[in-house]
DNA sequence: CGCATGCATTGAACTAGGACAAGAAATGAA
DNA sequence: TTCATTTCTTGTCCTAGTTCAATGCATGCG
């Protein structure tokens, strides 16, 4: 049941047995239903989830109801909802959604801070982590400013195989910033070469 | 002299004197003039720079030769050249080039491990710091892709409104991801309201 | 089984922004 | 001060991508 976690937050960082036994403790087990919004928004914030199973997708809804995803989360991925608006005036909202039916292992930020106090070694697998989730969203940002949207999903699909057969052509649409009319234009020219 | 720096450092982590005192002695201090380009590919990855004094921009150029600016770095923040090429076979490269006379603090990569053996409670600023890079990096893509040309300059002005004094226009119109030629159309249009 | 709802496709009309080119303004070096 | 280089502006034309239908396809649900 473990293994999965375990092999992945020991990427970067080697554990003891032991402090492997105290995160498995604090993990907390859950499965959610196919559909479900699973961030209420204020309710739980600053979660850390990590996909055993499923896809999900996070995306911010903007002042004018625009929904973009910023990611989408498969087994072995972690999501976390850290929060963005960093412009208080720009309230855009997180919310993050289970597009099949998911199991998870999630962690509160008590039992995070728990975790680092008992093995701080931790700390720097997270932080890790984060660098490498820092890489991908800037990886994104540089596609998405200086490649055309055939390029973008012709990449997407390269390095998302997986994905195209699980999720709906409008998520992908909106992942990769143009609309979901265009990208089927964009398939079909494809198609034809 | 390490007053900025040791502010910067402590805002989410409080350190005792000592562990400072390790810290300021593994910085390396450096001026740079104007108009270099501090990255020499490969030549020194993974290094952390902290802003005294100056700006510098960072961009990745794709094959294509397409200049993207992802940061402006001005005084008391960090840039880094997290490497970013995740995909191997999409070879697009970092830069650092100073925009002003800069006064700098790096961490080499070697430093930044004795930094984080010598005092491992840095691992967690260090974590933090990159948490916040990343939300800062996904509300730009969110904003890369929801907004329009005109608000995206003027949300630009609005959060770094001494920026636009002090760069030159084509870099700012390259961070928003538009060509130059528009946003001067842009300028002239809000200009005329 | 039939119906309803959501999803993908296609087409036509439109527009935000790009590419190119040429001139004006500013900066800077000698 | 002058010349050169870079930056900024403005105009014209062009295209990638949008918006708004309308239609056909699935899929799930009673």
Redesign the pocket.
Known sequence: MYSQINKNISRYVTFEPKELEIFNSLLEYKTVLKKTIMLQEGEMCSFEAFVIKGCVRKYYIDANGLEVILQFAIENAWVSDISFSIYEDNPSSVYIETLEDCEFFLFSPETKEELFAKAPKFERAFRILMQRSLAVTQDRLFNTISK???EKYLEFLEHYPTLSQRV???YIASYL????????????KIAKL
Chains 1, 2 share one sequence.
């Not at 009319?181 to 398939?187: A, C, G, H, M, N």
């Open positions: 055309s949207a055939t709906a052509q409008h910033g143009i609309s979901a009319e265009f990208l089927s234009k964009v398939r079909t």
